[in-house]
């Protein structure tokens, strides 16, 4: 099942079930709780980011040979960090390239675990229970920031450096374990690989994550990005202004965005 929030042509923002790109079931109820969907459909016309997070967790170095690539240590135990919600942006949203740091932006291509009930402290063995469904994502990071504040909290948190989408796919449909990730750069391949080379897995970062804070409905967990990423490559290949960035993970879609130089005040 595809799940969307998207808005209606009448600007409406509605959440509902997908029966093809253009038309969906509105829900009826709360969609991490009790729902149905109702039988009359609606037109979609603009997705939106398919969820909007309490929390937005993710993993850094969770792909051997993406750490090997940038020449860091490959962590013992998932490392965790956190991008701000005002980074979530939309599919075919644009990137904004912050003025503050426009030269070294870059692109990581993402699954997405998207939680939907309240977990704490889960083993890895019901893990996947707490699970909604999955989606994409672009972990949109500045590298200068990154290497110059010895911490990512800006350098991942921008505004606009978290595109989302295009939609949630129930974890019914999804073994999120055997799914490819790529990213495509104006339509040039850049990253190619499969979740199955994740040093931790979904149930793993789950429940290790679960362990570390509450989990609430909503939440979403990036679970790292395979090589290929612009800061690698020789010479770096960074977003520019106008170009084009996908992310597509196989069973789910793809997620195209944007990018664009900020307008100052």
């Known amino acids: 099942m595809r799940i969307a929030r998207f808005e209606t042509p009448d600007g409406r923002p509605i959440t509902g079930r997908m029966i093809d790109d253009h038309t969906a079931y509105p829900?009826?109820?709360?969609?991490?709780?009790?729902?149905?969907?109702?039988?009359?459909?609606?037109?979609?016309?603009?997705?939106l980011a398919?969820?909007?997070?309490?929390?937005?967790?993710?993993?850094?170095?969770?792909?051997?040979?993406h750490a090997e690539e940038t020449g860091?240590?490959?962590?013992e135990s998932p490392l965790i960090f956190i991008k701000?919600?005002?980074?979530?942006?939309?599919?075919?949203?644009?990137?904004?390239l912050p003025a503050s740091a426009p030269s070294e932006i870059d692109y990581e291509a993402e699954l997405v675990i998207v939680i939907g009930k309240t977990a704490k402290r889960v083993p890895e063995s019901a893990a996947l229970d707490c699970v909604f469904g999955y989606t994409c994502a672009n972990d949109v990071s500045a590298r200068d920031c990154q290497r110059n504040d010895k911490q990512w909290a800006r350098a991942k948190g921008f505004d606009t450096f978290c595109p989302l989408g295009p939609w949630i796919v129930t974890r019914d449909e999804l073994d999120p374990d055997r799914c490819p990730v790529r990213s495509r750069l104006n339509g040039q391949p850049m990253q190619d690989s499969n979740t199955s080379n994740m040093i931790h897995s979904?149930?793993?970062?789950?429940?290790?994550?679960?362990?570390?804070?509450?989990?609430?409905?909503?939440?979403?967990?990036?679970?790292?990005?395979?090589?290929?990423?612009?800061?690698?490559?020789?010479?770096?290949?960074?977003?520019?202004?106008?170009?084009?960035?996908?992310?597509?993970?196989?069973?789910i879609g793809t997620l195209m965005n944007t990018a664009a130089a900020e307008v100052g005040e």
């Open 27 to 47: 829900i009826d109820g709360e969609l991490f709780g009790k729902h149905t969907f109702s039988g009359r459909s609606v037109a979609i016309a603009r997705l």
């Open 50 to 65: 398919p969820v909007v997070p309490p929390n937005i967790f993710a993993i850094g170095r969770n792909y051997r040979a």
């Open 72 to 75: 860091a240590r490959i962590p």
């Open 84 to 96: 701000a919600t005002t980074s979530l942006l939309e599919p075919g949203g644009i990137i904004r």
């Open 202 to 251: 979904c149930r793993a970062l789950i429940s290790y994550v679960s362990h570390q804070f509450t989990l609430l409905p909503g939440t979403i967990i990036l679970t790292g990005t395979p090589e290929g990423v612009g800061m690698a490559r020789k010479p770096p290949v960074f977003l520019k202004p106008d170009d084009r960035i996908e992310v597509e993970v196989g069973g």
